[in-house]
């Protein structure tokens, strides 16, 4: 009797090979909760369940706390909330490194801030600073890039909004609206900064209180076409 075996070759399409691929498991979404008073962002442990997030996950700060992202750690999350209605009070500072998403809320129903001295924050749809009926959001801006889409300061009736921008620069594809109808919004612009705004400049709409400061002759706020809506409470100071 012969014994020895015989090896069969089984020739699989490289299609099927391709749709294997794609059956393989990813990085699944998921809420990631900070969970401690102080820490850095890039530290697993500080966050629930354990692992700093991912580029598809929806992140909240609100516990009391701030997280903070430090140089040559990047931070990646899909919607970020400092402050959130659902829990308490959030914070975050940016210290280096780049942070991005997709969108972020600062103030979510309650307070948030948001502090950036170095890096990009880099937000591909929009920045919400106050949302919603006791939203209460604040960025401080003193270096650093922020690039985003829409910039809103104050958004639904209820919510209040304040975006220091002392230093570094403020780069937006879309809109700059400070304070719509209910809403309380101000920006102050101070020191070398600059901020560029590619759509419109909408300011104090529908009954919203709304003020635009520019507090230095050395700051600069750029808007595209020379296109400037502006209603209601403002400061004009150093605009040419």
């Known amino acids: 009797m012969d014994a020895r075996r015989t090896v069969r070759w089984v020739a699989i399409p490289l299609c099927c090979l391709s749709l294997l691929a794609l059956a393989l498991p990813g990085h699944a979404a998921e809420s990631k909760?900070?969970?401690?008073?102080?820490?850095?962002?890039?530290?697993?442990?500080?966050?629930?369940?354990?692992?700093?997030?991912?580029?598809?996950?929806?992140?909240?700060?609100?516990?009391?706390?701030?997280?903070?992202?430090?140089?040559?750690?990047?931070?990646?999350?899909?919607?970020?909330?400092?402050?959130?209605?659902?829990?308490?009070?959030?914070?975050?500072t940016q210290t280096g490194s780049d942070s991005s998403g997709g969108n972020l809320y600062v103030g979510y129903g309650a307070q948030g801030t948001y502090t950036l001295s170095g890096g990009t924050l880099d937000v591909s749809s929009g920045v919400h600073l106050g949302y919603g009926a006791s939203g209460e959001g604040k960025l401080t801006q003193s270096g650093g890039t922020l690039e985003a889409t829409d910039l809103w300061i104050g958004k639904l009736s209820g919510a209040a909004g304040t975006y220091s921008l002392s230093g570094g620069t403020c780069d937006l594809a879309g809109l700059l609206y400070v304070a719509g109808a209910g809403t309380t919004g101000y920006m102050g612009i101070s020191g070398s900064a600059t901020c560029a705004v590619g759509s419109d400049l909408l300011v104090a709409l529908s009954g919203g209180t709304g003020e635009l400061e520019l507090k230095s002759s050395t700051c600069t706020l750029e808007v595209a076409g020379g296109a400037r809506l502006l209603r209601g409470e403002k400061h004009t100071h150093g605009l040419g």
């Open 33 to 92: 909760y900070w969970n401690v008073a102080t820490g850095n962002w890039d530290i697993g442990s500080n966050w629930s369940p354990n692992g700093a997030p991912g580029s598809d996950d929806t992140v909240y700060v609100r516990n009391g706390g701030t997280a903070t992202i430090r140089t040559s750690h990047p931070a990646v999350w899909s919607t970020l909330y400092v402050g959130h209605s659902g829990g308490d009070s959030g914070g975050v």
